[in-house]
């Protein structure tokens, strides 16, 4: 799950070097905090929220297919 939400931020963002995800949780259930540098908060987040909504609907369903719940936070 790390590194779906790495792959699609890196994508998103001007400067993915900056991009940092962290993991935390067991097997039921994870959280994964996403940091990303002040100048690419706006495009992580998008319009109204829509990608980052986009962004937790697809680990959502990743999540599914190994019968678990993932939870993104991102951090400013």
């Known amino acids: ?5 790495e ?3 890196k994508a998103l963002v001007d400067a ?3 991009v940092e995800v962290t993991e ?3 097997e039921e259930a994870s959280i994964i ?7 690419d ?8 929220g829509r990608t980052a909504k ?6 959502s369903a990743a999540a599914m297919k190994v019968q ?6 991102i951090i400013e």
Request: cysteine-free; glycine content about 8%; charged content about 35%.
């Open 68 to 73: 678990k719940r993932s939870t993104l936070e």
């Open 7 to 9: 792959y699609i931020a």
């Open 1 to 5: 799950m790390k590194d779906l939400i």
């Open 16 to 18: 993915p070097e900056t």
């Open 33 to 39: 905090k996403l940091k990303v540098s002040k100048e």
């Open 41 to 48: 908060l706006g495009k992580v987040i998008g319009k109204k």
């Open 24 to 26: 935390f949780g067991d």
């Open 54 to 59: 986009a962004m937790r609907t697809i680990l």
